[in-house]
Every structure is written in C-alpha cells, then in structure tokens.
C-alpha cells in the first residue's frame, strides 16, 4: 500500500510580522467531543484532553505577544447537555483551574472570566476568583475564559442595567449610542477581538461574543480542539496578516 503523506509547512512565530499581531483573540474551542469518539473514548475525555490545547495556545499567544485571549469554554446553551457531561466538565473546570494557576504565573498570564458566573457552581466559582485573585499582578496576557457566556445573554444584561438608569434618570434616551452601549455590557473593558477561530470544523458563532465580533476577521479551522497547538494559532494569525480590513471603506482608502 502506498500511503501519501502530505506535510504542510507550519507557520513559526518567527515568520509572524510583529507589527500586526491582533491585540485580542477569541477562540471558540470545539471539537472534544467528536475527538474523543474518534479515539474510541467518551466525550468527558475529549474535555479532558482539550486542556492541553489549552495550555499549549496560551503560551503560544504570550509569545507572540497577543494582549488578549478569550476562550469559550461553556456556554449558556451548553447547559442543555446530558446532566453528567455537565457535571464532569465543571469538575474538570475545578481541575484545570487549580492545576494550572502555577503555570499561569510562571508566564505572566492573568486570568479573568466573563458570563453569568453566578450560576456556575460554588465550587467553580470559589476556585476562579482564588486564581484570578493569584494571577491579578501579572502583566503578560490576559487570558478571558468565557463561561456560561452567550452573546444574547450579555446583551440582555446590558439593557436591563440601562433600563434601570434610564428609569432613575441616570441617563437620558438621547445619550444612547454604540459607546453607552458597551459601557453596559457585562464585557466592558476587553477590546474588541480583531481575530476569532473556531476549530472544529463548523462555521458559526453559536452565541459568542455578538456585539463585540461586528468587524472581526473569522478564521475556521477543521482541527478538532484536543488537536490544536499553537503552531494553528500561528497559522490563523498568519492568515489574519495578509487580509484587508476595510472596514466599509474601499482599498484604495485603505492603502493611502
Ligand atoms: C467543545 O467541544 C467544548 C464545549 C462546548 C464545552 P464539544 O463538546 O462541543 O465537542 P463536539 O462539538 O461535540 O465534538
Ligand atoms: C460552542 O460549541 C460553545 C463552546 C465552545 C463553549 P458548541 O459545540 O456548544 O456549539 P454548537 O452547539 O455546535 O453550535
Ligand atoms: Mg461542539
């Protein structure tokens, strides 16, 4: 049998241009659970397996020097999932979080989370606030873990904080605009991603990040969370160099 092998050429760091290395990245992690099938496992292996993905991205966006890095890891939707894989990815969250943080600290990573934290678990988010609380005087990369996060619940969340201001005449109807806006989603503070990738092979957003993604580059790769590395982060941002961003314009506007 004749078996083709074919070897892509992977993209080092070194072959980034350091100018443009997007400030913020996002990464919507999927694929465990199609992986662990592959590999004849259950799913809660899959998880389980993606956080050495984990590990492996975040040194790589420290390295090239990526100020922000969001990663999806549980949604509001997710928690529609069969009760046990509920229950074992947030023991595995628990794991992660406290095998982790030393590693964190040994790369200068802060750690911060955003979505509707309160309705995780104590013990989760007892775990969380103890190494946001250890990571908080790093100065490299902040990693964002988004958590029982949905874009529509961040919006929801932001006009029902600006109905109560308008209603106590803290702010006047004629103030509202896209900047207001963002001052009241849950998110305030984090750039907008100039980069999201999703692996896994599918080609949609899934409730991740709506307002914040209006004009970001999407990068879709067919590699299957556990699988990914940050040589595939390279990659994207690599493609994320040579495109165009108009952002409405035309390219001769660009150019000048
Ligand atoms: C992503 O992998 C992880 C979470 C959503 C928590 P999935 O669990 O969605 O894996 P697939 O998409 O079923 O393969
Ligand atoms: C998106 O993946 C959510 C996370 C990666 C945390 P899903 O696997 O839940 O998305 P769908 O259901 O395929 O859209
Ligand atoms: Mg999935």
Do not use: C
């Not at 292996?45 to 390295?63: D, M, P, T």
């Not at 969340?157 to 308008?166: C, G, H, Q, S, T």
């Amino acid at each position: 049998m004749i078996k083709i092998v074919i070897t892509e050429k992977k993209v080092d760091s070194k072959d980034l241009n350091s100018s443009k290395i997007p400030h913020h990245v996002a990464i919507i992690m999927d694929g465990n659970g199609r992986w662990a099938e592959l590999n004849g496992n259950d799913r809660i292996f899959g998880h389980r397996k993606g956080v050495e993905a984990v590990r492996s991205v975040v040194e790589g966006a420290g390295e090239i020097g990526i100020h922000y890095l969001t990663l999806y890891a549980f949604s509001t939707e997710n928690w529609n999932r069969p009760r046990e894989e509920v229950n074992a990815l947030m023991g595995l969250l628990v794991h992660a979080i406290l095998a982790e943080t030393e590693n964190l600290n040994k790369n200068n990573v802060s750690l911060r989370a955003i979505g509707d934290l309160k309705s995780m678990p104590a013990e989760v988010q007892e775990n969380l606030a103890a190494a946001i609380a250890k990571t908080a005087n790093n100065s490299g990369l902040r990693l964002v873990l988004a958590l029982s996060y949905s874009g529509r619940w961040e919006l929801v969340e932001a006009v029902k904080n600006m109905a109560d201001e308008l209603k106590n005449d803290k702010i006047d109807k004629s103030s509202i605009n896209e900047e207001l806006i963002g001052k009241y989603l849950p998110t305030f503070g984090l750039p907008d991603p100039e980069l999201l990738i999703r692996t896994g092979g599918e080609f949609r957003v899934s409730n991740f990040l709506l307002w914040q993604i209006a004009y970001t580059e999407l990068f879709f790769s067919q590699k299957l969370w556990p699988d990914y590395r940050k040589e595939d982060l390279f990659e994207a941002v690599n493609d994320f160099q040579k495109r165009e961003r108009r952002f409405g314009k035309t390219s001769e506007q660009i150019r000048i």
